[in-house]
């Protein structure tokens, strides 16, 4: 599993799970993929998120850090 956040949210009108990954929001359309169940959307979600930094990587785009939770 990769360190990149997901946020999946259900959508009534499309009858899905969409998948949002915040980090690459600014260079992807959103929501990124979807799945019919939850762990359906997960995995396509990390799917996602691997095919993007191996295509960015093999550009030789810069990658995006993912966003980590900071308890103080």
Partial sequence: M????????WSDEDQLFLVTIPEFSDRVIMPCTHGKTLEEAIHNGEE???MYLKAWETEGVSIPEPITLQIT
């Fill in 2 to 9: 990769s360190q990149y956040s997901m946020i999946i949210q």
């Fill in 48 to 50: 996602v998120i691997e």
